[in-house]
């Protein structure tokens, strides 16, 4: 009772189409915000306008792939927290939520195992060519040792750049086959490269001593095409580059200029540059060598639950009040109240 009345009259706003494709429905949610008597209110929202319009006095802003640029962030009035559904939160202005003194909350921990297995099954199916004849025999070709060399599979180096949650679980699920691993992620502590079977590397010694390459780190202004001509021409020739984290890390056009040149030998990519990947002129769909998946990592039975739930429980904590560890800008909001 104590809580519905402080909780009565806010509104928490889904604002994401993207959202009901994933989710069949949002009564997870619903249920946990209408205990607290909060509404929820599901949009299908399609342009800033139209966003700022429902979002200038939402309490909450839950969203997954919705680009919320400053623009949107400084007309909103009463909001106090935006949860990204995932991981990354590479479409929100985090310095705009900060300035406005709004929580920008992920959920970092719901889907990790998914694509951990991800990554790890493409890494698979790229080293044993399994997507690359199955082409190949689709077209009428059955030949055996046709495209790039194999090796036994404990002779590979797997290299991870960043090694959080789903880095450790690709890395973990690899470690059994007896490859080597090199990890490059300056944050992470010596104990946690013991733990895995890992050995600290530099960026440079990781694309240079990998045969497969997997990118396990968000997406920023630092890490934006931090792949690209120049780190393909570090790489061992035949690398294999796996990437389950964001599109942008890794400059494409470059990519397949360096497979043309022999560099990269095949890729895995659940994330592209240009999402959805749906032109089916795109210059990527032309290589056997390069697996696709629709940005799909996160799927199982149980993930979209699991997130809803987390996500409304983050949206509550802050509404309460707190600020949940999984707050990206909490320091900073720390900092903010202080000098308020
Ligand atoms: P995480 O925060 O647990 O780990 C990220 C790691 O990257 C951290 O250890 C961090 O220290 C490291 N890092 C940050 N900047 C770095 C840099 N410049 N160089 C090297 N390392 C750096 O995140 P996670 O759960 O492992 O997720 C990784 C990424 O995967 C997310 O940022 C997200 O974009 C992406 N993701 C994709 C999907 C999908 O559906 N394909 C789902 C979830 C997450």
Redesign the pocket.
Known sequence: MHTQAKFSGMRVLVVDSKLIDLFPHYEIEREMFEKEGIELDVQNITSQEEYIRLARDADALMLIGLKTPREVIEKLEKCKVIVRY???Y?VVDVQACTDMGIALCNV??A??YE?GS?AFALAMDCLRKVTFYDRQIRKGVWHAGSGYTLKRMYDYTFGY???????RVAAGLARPLGVKILV?????SDEVLEEAGAVRAT?EEVLSGSDVINM????NP??YH?ISVEQFKLMKKGAIIIN???GGLIDQEALMDAIDEGIVAAAGL??NEHEPLTDLNDRLLTYDTVILTP????ESNVYAPTLQEKAAKTALQVLRGELPVNTINRKELIERNKNV
């Open positions: 995932g991981v990354g590479d970092p921990d889907g990790s694509v991800h750049i960043g090694f959080g949650n789903i880095g490059y992620d300056p944050y992470v960026f396990h780190l968000p997406l630092n890490t931090m389950t984290s964001r659940d994330v940005h799909t990592a996160t």
